[in-house]
């Protein structure tokens, strides 16, 4: 049995800055879509079964989405050790311009 406000709530929700829409919201969402991937157990049986299972684990981490998060904070750390060494080579050279320091870095 459905409430009249149901649909008001709906659409309140859905325009509310704040509470992206989910996607366990949209119609169109399967099981397959919703289902989060577990990584796999860890067997104690043996220590060859140990090493297996470590080993699956291991290459269960290194999704698509893992790795473009390792490459973009590496891109951000080469920024931030860019900007150091330039700031310092300007230091050094006796350059004061603060402000074209931080427009350029």
Not at 69 to 85: D, P
Not at 88 to 97: A, G, I
Request: charged share 15%.
């Amino acid at each position: 049995m459905s409430s009249p406000y149901a649909e008001d709530i709906k659409t309140a929700r859905a325009e509310s800055p704040f509470d992206a829409p989910s996607l366990h919201d949209s119609p169109e969402a399967t099981h397959a879509q919703i289902q989060l991937s577990a990584r796999p157990p860890l067997d104690y049986s043996s220590a060859s079964a140990l090493v297996q299972s470590v080993w699956r684990r291991f290459v269960s981490l290194w999704t698509k989405r893992f790795v473009l998060s390792l490459l973009a904070g590496q891109v951000v750390s080469l920024c931030i050790t860019c900007t150091n060494v330039t700031t310092t080579e300007l230091q050094n050279r006796n350059w004061k311009l603060p402000t074209t320091q931080t427009f350029f870095l």
